[in-house]
């Protein structure tokens, strides 16, 4: 017992350490050179260190048992830019995810469409252009490699915008909103009421992949509250403000691929394990061959939603 006690008090002590105490360290760390420093000695490093010297030479500092405290202060001050980080972080996934019903986000769903239907439009007659212009005398439809990689790069960027027309104010939202839509147009079962019971019965390898992939969403939106940080921390110090950019690049670029990848897990997951489902539920026998049907899915979403 004692020597998993020990194995399972390290793995504590490291993840408290990578996930709270060193991000929290860093950021107070910037913030101490920069309101010693400021904008008009912002690369004084002279006067850091004669500020340094001073601190040092306190009296009080001697003294195990302040050195010690000071100590318990900075890691505990670390801890709390962290959590509140990790709030922030909370706040900005759930602004990814939103709907937009306030005035704003409306605004912002109408802009984003009206370019997702520019591009589409683009899309449309780029291919019109190139299956007509390479119709055969045969019939036979032979397209140049550099038309179909125009048509890539205008799918590309339509995609960008959003896999189908945005109906939420961010890409984000979307890319959840089409993968509910995919599901409800094969299967005709709603995804909202669908994913607590199949959740229930997903075998672990999948329960691992999905929760690794929303984990990973979830540290690109603490990465991005990292960049609120630095950014609000700029104003009193401009060299951290490269830190602020980097951070939300990263942060935009590896939620982006996480949140495409639960998606696509969860999809997946209904694909194969849907009609395991139905069959729990009894409403199809687990002899009965084919697919999930979409009578059966629309039987599930009525089940589900306790409808009469």
Not at 101 to 114: E, G, L, N, Q, V
Not at 162 to 184: C, I, K, S
Not at 227 to 234: D, I, P, R, S, W
């Amino acid at each position: 017992m004692n020597p998993l006690l020990a194995t399972l008090g390290g793995k504590l002590t490291e993840r408290w350490l990578n996930l709270l105490v060193l991000p929290g360290a860093l950021f107070l760390a910037a913030t101490a050179v920069g309101g010693v420093l400021g904008h008009r000695h912002w690369h004084d490093v002279d006067r850091l260190r004669t500020t340094l010297d001073d601190l040092a030479a306190r009296p009080a500092l001697d003294r195990t048992g302040t050195a010690a405290l000071l100590v318990a202060l900075v890691l505990l001050t670390a801890t709390a830019a962290s959590l509140a980080a990790q709030f922030l972080g909370g706040a900005i996934e759930r602004c990814w995810l939103r709907f937009g019903r306030d005035p704003f986000s409306r605004a912002r769903t109408a802009r984003r469409a009206r370019r997702w239907r520019q591009r589409d439009a683009k899309l449309g007659e780029a291919i019109g252009l190139a299956h007509h212009a390479g119709v055969g005398p045969d019939g036979a439809v032979m397209i140049p490699s550099s038309t179909l990689a125009r048509i890539q790069a205008l799918t590309e960027a339509r995609d960008r915008i959003a896999l189908r027309e945005p109906v939420r104010p961010t890409w984000y939202g979307d890319r959840m909103q089409a993968t509910a839509d995919r599901v409800e147009a094969a299967y005709g079962v709603d995804l909202a009421v669908l994913w607590p019971r199949l959740w229930l019965i997903l075998p672990e390898p999948a329960v691992r992949q999905l929760q690794s992939a929303h984990d990973s969403f979830s540290a690109a939106a603490r990465l991005a509250a990292w960049a609120v940080g630095y950014a609000l921390l700029a104003c009193w110090w401009w060299p951290v403000a490269p830190a602020a950019v980097g951070c939300a690049v990263v942060a935009r670029s590896r939620a982006r691929t996480a949140l495409d990848a639960l998606a696509g897990l969860i999809e997946a997951a209904v694909d194969v394990h849907g009609r395991e489902l139905a069959t729990r539920v009894g409403l199809i026998s687990p002899e009965a061959p084919g697919r999930l049907a979409r009578d059966t899915g629309d039987g599930m979403s009525a089940v589900f939603r306790k409808a009469e």
